[in-house]
């Protein structure tokens, strides 16, 4: 037994003096901490499996966006084992159908080890997790895909992977020449009509996808790709259907760690698989997939420092799969309504007014993370417990993810208001996406769903209806001379008459870009009629403007321009440039410090505007 201190964990970081995320951190102390366990013996019932170095260990978990983290010899291949099953069960629901498999694999617990030569009452095996129900898997692949069957079962188990696999040719030559016990089962499945294809055939494809290379790595993206309904994290790859994920997570939760899985699911409480190369895989539904190599096996067949990391990673952050905490409350980021913050469009009086009366007729709720059942009904919760509105916004830029439970109550929900005349506005999702193609499936014959992929696009025009709806007018024609410029309140007629003798009235075609971010800022505008927006370079808009309204005036600050300005509709504007401007600021300083004082307010007023809606987005 050697007492040797842990060999030095070899990762690309200097773990000492560098530092590293929390769960980095977490990963190296469990392998230090396991290291020194020599508990188990290696396989050997398959010859080839014995010479598998006892000492090796490593550790790695891969996170939904993509994350790898690894710790140890979280790089060296070993076989895949029994850890293909779960997978290749996953692949031929897909490729087969449901029915198929289930018709001849029972998804009920044996409580058996994974090798016993046993049936259940229809002769049928228990699980896909036992032998008898991977030789049965991999028996209906051969029966589908004939001379390719393994070849189909490598590219899958690749894609999991996120890379192509080897075969280590000395494990499977070694299993195949001392299989007898395997082939036993599979003369029982063939003579109870479970196997149709010649024994030897289809334990020639299940050996050779048990003798798959893999690593810890491997493994942790494996899980993840479960954990994630399918979706690989790190090629973003769809591998198979949720449907299959669901039900591949099913079984290995109940039997995936065989006689040991009511145990395991008691103590762990995150969907397992083992195999007798080393490796155990973990996969946490919308959370993680973990992986992990350590030949030493427990009497049950699986890794005794791999069930030792598991459970620590479980105990310590309380991963159980069961005590998920999910706070539906936490799916909505921002409630309010135009009356606490109106969009960027800059009005006319008599708009404002009628918006004003009627601060609660638009409502907006800008949701997060995953549109689940309870978050649905949560939303659903909070629109029925305060007044009515005439429009409903919801921005979905920030939502991850539907499921199927949460779209179906969407819709419901949309139903419902559209009972009650109540218009439904989304935002934040693009008609290209298959979200976009979920939700209207379900509400497509609903007549009170608009969408604008723009928040302050939909609260604009949502804000436009109810103008409309109190008798007002949105008048982009409308043209302002100097006048009723904010910026030069308080100036003399003189002053004003000044001024717009040095304006040039420019105009500009719908869609025309004015102003470009990073071009010297050498003149000020007066948007005189139409409609302008303001975007920063990546998109985000910042005001709509129409005429009456001040920009490019950030000239008087800066030198650069710091936005696009785009015309939503044929504009035109008076140009000033900034030295005319000075000139003029020189003969009148002080309309000049009028003017600047203007600036500062209007700054101010943007600014006050900023805050609130910061303020609805950090509202508890
Ligand atoms: N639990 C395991 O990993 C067993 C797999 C091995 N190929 C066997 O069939 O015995």
Redesign the pocket.
Known sequence: MTTEQPKPIRHPQHWATAAMPPLQRFLAGCHAEFWPDHDGAV?N??PELGKADPAHFGISLATLDGHVYEVGDSRVPF?I???SKPFVFAIALDALGSDQVERVIGVEPSGDP??SIRLNAENHPFNPMV?AG??ACSGLVRQARHGDAFETIRDALGRFAGRRLDVDDAVFTS?AAT?D??RAIAYLLRTSDVLKEPVDDVLAV??RQ??VLVTARDCAIMAATLANRGVNPVTGEQVVTPYAVSRTLAVMTSSGM?DFAGEWIYRVGIPAK????GGILASLPARLGLGSYSPRLDGH?NSVRGIKVCEALSAHYGLHMLNRSDDARTSIIADYDIGANPSRRSRRAQERDILAAHPDAVRVLELVGTLSFSNVDYVSRQLAGSARPQFVIFDLHRVTAMTQAGLRLLAELFRELADFHVTVVLSGIRRSSAEWQEITERTGDLGNVRDFYLLDTAIEWAEDQIVYRYGGAIDFIETTELAEQPLLAGLSGDERHELAALATIKHYQQGERILAAGEPANSLFFLRSGVIHVTLPDGIRLATLTAGQCFGEMALLEPLRSADVVADFSATAFEITLDDFERFRARHPKAGERIMRNLAQLLAERLTIANARLNLLAAD
Do not use: L, P
Request: net charge neutral; glycine share 16%; charged share 10%.
């Open positions: 396989a019932y398959i076989t084992q029994s850890m994974f090798n032998n991977a030789i299993e299989g016990r395997n299940y050996f048990c003798a065989y083992s195999g007798v190369g067949g």
